[in-house]
């Protein structure tokens, strides 16, 4: 039995990806005190994500731009295969110099799946005394299985459990925008 070869489809284009981030950003407002916050954003792509939500909050609120404190999360390959079979967090030691327990922390990813670099970013800042956590992700998936959600969505999306959603962000893609890879059913034939 032959597999269709797996199609790549776009569903959103930068210019799409602007608006979306713009109406994050006011959704954030509205939750986010006026003073003690800082972005943190997990890598690879949801630091460059939190970079450019940085600049719609500043261009909402007229002030400086918030902290940004990346922090380096990984289990699985961008593919989804299992990488770690334990979510592996490199500590990021800036963050242990904040008054965490004062400080509203605003945790940015590109994709919730299964929920495990969420929850580990978030069990790591509460181990550090983070108080006051709210999650923002590009797409969720909703397929969590994992006791976290995420606060602010700016995209939802329900794909396939063998499709891919792929979300490009400069500088580690060329262009900025959300796809989705493909792999039809099994018992497909070509």
């Keep these: 039995m032959n597999r269709p070869a797996p199609s790549r489809v776009r569903l959103y284009d930068e210019d799409d990806l602007d608006s979306v981030l713009r109406s994050m950003a006011r959704q954030a407002m509205a939750c986010l005190p006026t003073s003690e916050v800082a972005l943190v954003g997990i890598q690879r792509r949801g630091e460059p ?53 004062g400080t509203t922390l605003l945790v940015v990813d590109d994709v919730l ?35 976290v959600h995420a606060d602010i969505v700016g995209i939802h999306l329900q794909v396939a459990a063998q499709d891919i959603v792929e979300c490009h962000v400069p500088p580690y893609e060329g262009q900025f925008c959300v796809e989705v890879v493909r792999h039809g059913r099994t018992g497909d034939t070509a």
């Design 113 to 147: 799946y299964e929920g495990h670099s969420l929850l580990r970013t978030c069990a790591y800042l509460a181990e550090l005394g983070a108080r006051h956590l709210i999650s923002a992700v590009l797409v969720d998936r909703h397929v969590c299985r994992q006791p």
């Design 49 to 101: 994500l939190a970079q450019r939500l940085q600049l719609h909050l500043q261009a909402l609120n007229g002030a400086a731009p918030l902290p940004l404190y990346p922090i380096k999360v990984k289990r699985y390959a961008d593919d989804l295969s299992l990488l770690h079979a334990h979510t592996q967090l490199t500590e990021n030691p800036e963050l242990a110099k904040l008054d965490l327990a």
